[in-house]
C-alpha cells in the first residue's frame, strides 16, 4: 500500500471508532437503574437496563 492508502485506512479506523463513542454516549442516557418498575401494570424489583451496543 502507498502512505494516502494507509493514512485513508487510519482515518476510517478512528472515525468508526468516534462513531462507536458518541452512539454509546447517546444511548447511555436511556440506562435505566431502578428499585422498580412497573410493566404491563405488574411491579418488577431491582432492575438495570443497559441499552449499550455490544
Known amino acids: 500500500m502507498n502512505d494516502?492508502?494507509?493514512?485513508e485506512q487510519e482515518l476510517h479506523k478512528l472515525v468508526m471508532l468516534?462513531?462507536?463513542e458518541l452512539v454509546q454516549e447517546?444511548?447511555?442516557?436511556y440506562?435505566?437503574?431502578a428499585?422498580?418498575?412497573t410493566v404491563e401494570?405488574?411491579?418488577i424489583e431491582k432492575v438495570v437496563v443497559l441499552?449499550?451496543?455490544t
Open 18 to 20: 468516534l462513531e462507536c
Open 41 to 43: 401494570k405488574k411491579p
Open 4 to 7: 494516502f492508502e494507509d493514512y
Open 35 to 37: 428499585e422498580e418498575i
Open 26 to 29: 447517546k444511548l447511555s442516557r
Open 31 to 33: 440506562d435505566v437503574a
Open 51 to 53: 441499552l449499550r451496543p
